[in-house]
């Protein structure tokens, strides 16, 4: 073969390497699914969330996942808006965020057909923490000898309101009744509440969270505290009318606490629209899954989470992006 021709070949095989290359799709930072099904790019995404009242558990919570993208998704944006259990459902129909934390039974009661499950978080827990020198250990003492209480019910439209408005109506009562036989009936914030038990500006503050709730934590280092019980068959109203859970307290969940409580329950999690992009809810449901550890160091009550879980509990159906993923895990067939 002359010289000349062998520089022609050589030529035309780094031609064709060239444009081979060009044509071949590129793949730059693509995640590889356990499943070997389809993935994501690594990018980093923009969102916006609505967690719960400044200082509270939600706040704890968006906190923590907003920690969790960022670790999987370098440079990610995450907005974190105050919001509450009831409203948060409205303004995800109105596109206010794309995300927000709910409860379950706020979400039976909307019966919204726009909204979709990403991942159930934890179960929160209906508590009325009294001072010890209030001398009452039941609700049923304060309802039946209508004893005159400084209570703090949560901020307006909150789930610690909605539940004790419900716990009222279930004796046949409402807030106004308990306010004209003498009660002072404040709607203030866990951070607030707090503050005015530790320093006796009121007597109880109502409560809807994770147990242990940091707030009582920190007043009980200063304040006796008593966790008032409750009457069972006004328990069984909640459970069979809105939807709750019946739920037990055991003994030691508070340092101040050496009995059970019998309460009730509902679940938290994290809800999205029904349009938000299918990628952008994969990523955010995967950075949740792969960081439970970090978020079981946010509060010991996110401890329990697995991915077997995550999908479980909603009345909404699960989104798309977070059904995509529970598939490739292995945890939903």
């Known amino acids: 073969m ?14 064709i390497i060239f444009a081979s290359s060009c044509n071949a799709p590129s793949s730059p930072g693509t995640t590889v699914s356990t499943s070997g099904g389809t993935s994501f790019d690594t990018s980093p995404i923009d969102i916006s969330m609505l967690s719960g009242s400044p200082g509270g558990v939600w706040d704890m919570i968006t906190s923590g996942i907003s920690a969790c993208v960022s670790i999987s998704y370098p440079g990610s944006v995450v907005q974190i808006t105050p919001g509450n259990s009831s409203s948060n459902i409205s303004r995800l129909v109105s596109k206010e965020a794309e995300f927000a934390l709910i409860h379950n039974t706020v979400a039976h009661a909307s019966k919204s057909e726009d909204l979709r499950a990403v991942a159930a978080l934890y179960p929160s827990v209906f508590q009325i923490v009294v001072s010890e020198s209030l ?41 106004d009744d308990m306010s004209a036989w003498g009660c002072a009936m404040l709607t203030k914030s866990q951070t607030d509440s707090s503050a005015m038990l530790s320093d006796g500006a009121i007597d109880a503050m109502v409560l809807f969270t994770i147990s ?14 008593l966790l008032l019980e409750f009457d069972t068959e006004k328990l069984n109203v909640l459970v069979d009318q809105h939807g709750y859970g019946l739920y037990t307290m055991l003994a030691g969940t508070y340092s101040f606490q050496d009995y059970d409580i019998h309460t009730v329950s509902d679940s938290s999690y994290l809800a999205t629209s029904a349009d938000t992009d299918m990628e952008t809810v994969y990523k955010v ?14 509060h010991a009550s996110l401890k329990d989470i697995t991915g077997g879980s995550m999908p479980l509990g909603s009345v909404y159906p699960l989104h798309p992006g977070a059904e995509m993923y529970y598939r490739e895990i292995g945890v939903l067939d």
């Open 2 to 15: 002359k010289r000349s021709d062998v520089y022609f070949v050589a030529i035309l095989i780094v031609v």
């Open 135 to 175: 001398g009452v250990t039941t609700f049923e003492e304060i309802i039946t000898d209508k004893i005159k209480i400084r209570l703090s019910v949560g901020t307006p439209g909150s789930s610690a309101e909605g539940t004790f408005i419900k716990l009222l109506e279930a004796y046949g009562l409402t807030v």
């Open 212 to 225: 242990p709730a940091p707030p009582v934590v920190e007043t009980a280092v200063s304040t006796p505290l």
């Open 285 to 298: 449901t995967k950075s949740i899954h792969e960081n439970l550890n970090y978020l079981a160091n946010v």
